[in-house]
């Protein structure tokens, strides 16, 4: 195992302003392949960005502070070579070797949300799962964090079987955040959005799937703190936010009233999985 490949052009720069800026961070993360399970219990080949060698659907996520500077070291559990970059940031393009690790050393100056992400036989990878998210937020409220996802199931055995599709054809029948499908969604705690009136909480939405998703809120206006592809809209308030394939969006919220709200696609097939409805991305948040 070649443990500690430096990134060329980039280390020397990356310690001299760590004295400058925030903490110093470690942390690893592992490229697993394991098996989504669908809300109608059908199995496809999927893989993550995961906090252990364990797998699990749900991509582990990495919450800095502005100013941080990470150590993240990338296992490759695979049997098959994987990539590693960050999109919007200095081009890392990295390619990792089956059972090897490489330590990537970054810093983050300025607050947002980035999507780290398998650059390989684009989009092979990251449509199989491996995108993930790095939020760089000085915010101490209540966070929740939504990965979304969309999957046309049986290509993604096909491709994990070397299969090349042709993506004009692309229709999705399976739509999750955070790796669950509604109602599995409203039991995952980073997800469903629970709090208080006049309580300010954010959300931050990493979409990692091949389509745009408009996703919709009931009862409340939300105003877009960062947007990864329109810095101009940036402080509106709304109550629907499209959001193209790898972007990301923070959204914050102060609810003015209590009850549970939905918060669904817009578009209405992204509701259901496996032409179920509303086995999608749905879910509802709950204020008190």
């Known amino acids: 195992m070649n443990w500690k490949k430096i990134l060329p052009g980039l280390f020397f720069c990356f310690v001299c302003s760590q004295s400058i800026f925030g903490a110093v961070v470690h942390d690893t993360v592992y490229i697993n392949k394991g098996e989504l399970i669908t809300i109608d219990t059908n199995y496809y080949a999927f893989y993550a960005f995961n906090e252990s060698p364990d797998f699990v659907a749900t991509n582990n996520r990495i919450n800095l ?6 150590y993240l070291a990338v296992v490759n ?42 650059h390989l ?27 979304i ?55 931050y939405i990493t979409n990692t799937g091949q389509g745009t998703h408009s996703l919709h809120f009931h009862g409340y206006h939300l105003e877009i703190i960062y947007s990864s592809k329109n810095s101009s809209h940036e402080g509106r308030v709304k ?29 209405l097939v992204a ?8 086995n999608g991305m749905f879910l509802t948040m709950l204020i008190e």
């Open 239 to 267: 109550d629907t936010f499209p959001i193209e394939s790898m972007e990301t969006l923070i959204l914050e919220l102060v609810p003015d009233k209590t009850g549970e709200y939905p918060v669904h696609d817009h578009n």
């Open 65 to 70: 502070a502005v100013g941080d500077s990470i």
């Open 149 to 203: 996802k969309d999957h046309l199931g049986d290509w993604n055995d096909s491709l994990d079987g070397g299969y090349t599709v042709d993506w004009s054809m692309y229709y999705p029948d399976y739509f999750t955040i955070n790796g669950f499908s509604n109602p599995l969604i409203n039991d995952d705690p980073y997800a469903r959005v629970a709090g208080a009136v006049g309580e300010t909480m954010r959300i």
């Open 77 to 118: 559990t695979d049997t098959e070579n994987h990539g590693f970059d960050v999109k919007n940031t200095t081009d890392y393009d990295v390619e990792i070797l089956p059972g090897d690790t490489v330590e990537v050393p970054m810093l983050f100056s300025e607050p947002g949300a980035y999507i780290f992400y398998d």
């Open 271 to 278: 509701v259901s999985g496996g032409n179920i409805y509303p």
């Open 121 to 147: 036989d684009y989009p092979k990878y990251r449509y199989l799962g491996l995108g993930a998210t790095i939020t760089v937020d000085n915010f101490d409220g209540d966070q929740f964090f939504w990965n």
